[in-house]
């Protein structure tokens, strides 16, 4: 441990929140060269130290938000990182991209970095970073080893889009576990869709010994193939038959995010989108699109340069028709008493059966990780370690960062400060460093998070960067 005259910051007289070791206490963290140095009313720290006065406010381990789109991949549109900013105004001091390139990620951070640290995944995309929708194992194995010299930590699937065959969709994720790589599954195959069907058929695509991560566990607990309530018991049952094989994830925002492509035949592509019309009983066609926007079901992602917005009824449906169906598009379709339910979930053992919230935001509107998990501290959902539990101690086991997630001496300094009369962050810290004050971003840059295949492309980009071991990731652990 370095000594305490290298102590450089010191956080006062905070409510300290560590969740592994169940600390609630109103204490100060003693912060020395980007590590914690020590925890306990005692600290001497020399006259040099910069104190910051929490009294009033929590402390906790640095928010990690292992589902984010930071990217910028969709589709081109819109600028790398624009996200970036947005995620650390929310308090998120580390971010997991589920699906983009390296290039952008890294482009992103290099233009509208806010400091923090970023790992991400690469996109399967027949036709773009894929061949077809019919890869062999071979080619398969190629796009992963393309993801890890990039810098990435493995491969997303985005089954609600580009759904694959469930073999296709097993090898997939038995090539990411042979390499120690990781795996993040957006569920849906081309004999399912993004729903509860998809959750059912992953017994049968895992095996007894693939292993991955599961998004958004809310989106598939939409209603649309039995009662709310009772998706919710079957996909819990689902995930915790596969325990030691799936972590998870839940989101607390009310609007998906989804495309509103139409064929030449004017049939919405996109099986979510579909979906979301189905809910409402529009017609799945350009037709029913334009109806749900006129009414104010759909909205229009709109970009602007400082991120984007929800527009709907007749402004809507003219920003659809100018973008002749390739738009952004968003439905009011996640359920709150859903999410709350999945998030609050726990086994016999008391162990969550979903391990994270996590945003699926970033360059969404919709970064309320925090606001929502104080909503449900404030009713009792979830006690204040609980809630730090699932924004960043199991984070950062899902990503096997071992000094992340924890408020402990030795443990990266990097914390998220909460003002719990207003219920969201208003300070973040990265290694020492503040990237956020009272929800503006004040940081730049940020470190990507490789793997050691990835060290010889983080190098050549220029960027900051940090080795993840991912075999002390959860799902191999
Ligand atoms: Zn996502």
New binding site residues.
Partial sequence: MSSPSEIDLVLKSGRVLDAASKTDAITTVAVAGGSIHSVGDEIEAPSSAEVVDLTGKWLMPGMIDT???VGGDLDGVINPGIGLRSVVQAGATTVFD??GRAERLVAGIKSHGAGANVAGLGMLKPGVTLPDDDPSPKVVRETLDKALSSGLLGLKM?GGYYPFSMDVTADIIAACNERTAYAAF?IGTKSSGSRLDGMRELPAILGSSSRAHI??INAYCRGSILPPGEEIAEALQILDSLRGQVVSEVHLARPN?TRGECDEDGNVRMDVARNCLRLRNYDTTRDGMRQAIADGYGSVVRQSPSGLSLVTGEAGVRLFDEGDTIVGMSFPVNRTDTAFQLTAAKREDGSFIVDAIAS?AGVLPRNVNIEQAMNMVAFGGLTPLEMVEKLSFNPARMMGLERKGRVLAGMDADFTVIDPELGRAVMGIVAGELVMLDGRAVGSGGTLLVTDEGQAAARDYGSDYEVVDLSKALMYA
């Fill in positions: 589902h984010v789109h589920l699906g985005w957006h998004a958004h995010f699926d």
